[in-house]
């Protein structure tokens, strides 16, 4: 079983389009995280969602919209697509009332590609 | 803020040689810290981690030990392995239960040669 779980695994799409990311975790974890992984493989966390409320939203443009349906889902929805929003997209989840014992799953990434 | 600097490659190595991959981090408090593998591509997989000073993880061969006075992280194998081709990440997560997220470095591609 996928434990974490991103759709679509690659996503073509052009300029001024908007689209969605989708993530499921079935770990029964609280918090839930979205990353961009940039062309040059540098890491860097979006968002953190702990029991559907939003935790942190780092410097990310409002063109992207996190939405949690419920625990074990967390969307990634971004308008007005751009050339540098080219990327692999990470989704993550984690168990955060286990303590620094935990750590964070990853998706398997959805790479994005805006033409 | 939290800062994670370890050595940019790539870092080309001969198999059966002895890998060291440098990192150190900033941040306040007590934090946990980690090593992630990414095999091209695919995703992250953990390959270790410390989450006080003095542990030692270790996996497949790979160590780090959490130096709190050096603050650093250092990855080290003894012999490695055209398998062991794959960009390095060090990482940290804060002392407070992790919803903030990791800090990441920039990664070290490591290329081993037959």
């Known amino acids: 079983d996928t434990a974490v779980s991103q759709t679509p695994k690659y996503l073509v799409t052009q300029m001024g389009n908007d689209k969605s990311i989708k993530c499921e975790q079935n770990l029964g974890h609280d918090t839930m995280y979205w990353y961009k992984q940039d062309s040059k493989k540098f890491l860097k966390i979006m968002f953190s969602?702990?029991?559907?409320?939003?935790?942190i939203n780092e410097t990310v443009p409002n063109r992207f919209s996190p939405k949690s349906p419920d625990k074990a889902h967390l969307n990634l929805h971004i308008n007005s697509l751009e050339l540098g929003d080219s990327a692999v997209y990470f989704c993550?989840?984690?168990?955060?009332?286990?303590?620094?014992?935990?750590?964070?799953?990853f998706g398997p990434g959805t790479r994005l590609l805006v033409l | 803020g939290n800062s994670v600097t370890q050595m940019e490659g790539p870092v080309t190595l001969s198999e059966e040689a002895f890998l060291t991959i440098n990192c150190t981090y900033t941040?306040?408090?007590?934090?946990?810290l980690f090593w992630y593998v990414q095999y091209p591509g695919e995703g992250l997989q953990l390959l270790l981690k410390a989450t006080k000073a003095d542990d030692k993880g270790s996996n497949k061969g790979f160590e780090a030990t959490y130096r709190k006075e050096t603050t650093s992280f250092h990855l080290e194998k003894g012999s490695v392995q055209v398998s062991d081709s794959a960009v390095y990440f060090c990482a940290l997560e804060n002392s407070g239960g992790g919803a903030d997220g990791l800090t990441f470095g920039k990664g070290t591609h490591l290329i081993i040669q037959p």
């Open positions: 941040a306040t408090g007590y934090p946990s």
């Open positions: 993550a989840s984690r168990d955060t009332s286990g303590g620094p014992q935990e750590t964070q799953y």
């Open positions: 969602y702990n029991n559907k409320e939003l935790i």
